[in-house]
């Protein structure tokens, strides 16, 4: 069981907005490397989110993230077909010097 | 632009050791701005980190393999490697070696897979 907690799954029409929420402990979020991964079946993860809410060159900013006490959370907006994938948020915890994950949460857009 | 590969046996009988190499191009392990690892991902499950170093730096380690992993890199600069021993059927998964600034995997090899049977 991954210490950090995702919804199985989430959907939303096309066009529409979704977000993903990801939640632990307040040790879990305290530093700021927070991040989120797209995978794609076939695919290596690639990551859409760091440090919270930094978007690497090429990640539409229809992407976005945020973090508060316990939780982080993905958005996006403007769903595409092409979102279609497994997402996971991962946060380095300094206390436990640990790289946690969460659990995933499969995006379907309907 | 860097380049990770993964490469090793796809086969490893219990309780002996798997080990797998990742081939880095385009960027030097010994710089120290960027963390080097790695991360599965078992049949139907999510992501699992296994382990990071930075090259002069320490070396972090998942508490629950920590005893069973070894993570090293090679005299050339060009590949790290990974040993993980007394293997069971629950560490059968796609492993994947992976780079990136502090915090974050912004390389990610293609993953390679290793079952564990007799």
């Known amino acids: 069981q991954s210490v950090l907690t995702q919804p199985p799954s989430v959907s939303a029409a096309p066009g529409q907005k979704v977000t993903i929420s990801c939640s632990g402990s307040?040790?879990?979020?305290?530093?700021?490397?927070v991040s989120w991964y797209q995978h794609l079946p076939g695919t290596a993860p690639k990551v859409v989110i760091y440090e919270v809410n930094k978007r690497p060159s090429g990640i539409p900013d229809r992407f976005s993230g945020s973090k508060s006490g316990t939780s982080a959370t993905l958005g996006i907006t403007g769903l595409q077909t092409g979102d279609e994938a497994d997402y996971y948020c991962a946060a380095w915890d300094q206390s436990l010097r640990t790289w946690l994950f969460g659990g995933g949460t499969k995006l379907t857009v309907l | 632009q860097l380049q990770l590969q993964e490469s090793g046996p796809g086969l490893v009988k219990p309780a002996e050791t798997l080990s797998l190499t990742c081939s880095v191009s385009g960027a030097s392990i010994s710089n120290n701005d960027y963390h080097w690892g790695w991360i599965r991902q078992s049949p139907g499950k999510g992501l699992d980190w296994i382990g990071s170093?930075?090259?002069?730096?320490?070396?972090y380690y998942n508490p629950s393999l920590k005893s069973r992993v070894t993570m090293s890199v090679d005299t050339s600069k060009t590949q790290f490697s990974l040993k993980l021993t007394s293997v069971t059927a629950a560490d059968t998964a796609r492993y994947y070696c992976?780079?990136?600034?502090?915090?974050?995997?912004?390389?990610w090899g293609q993953g390679t897979l290793v079952t564990v049977s007799s």
């Open positions: 307040s040790s879990n979020f305290r530093g700021n490397y």
């Open positions: 170093f930075y090259y002069t730096r320490i070396t």
């Open positions: 992976v780079s990136g600034r502090p915090g974050v995997a912004d390389s």
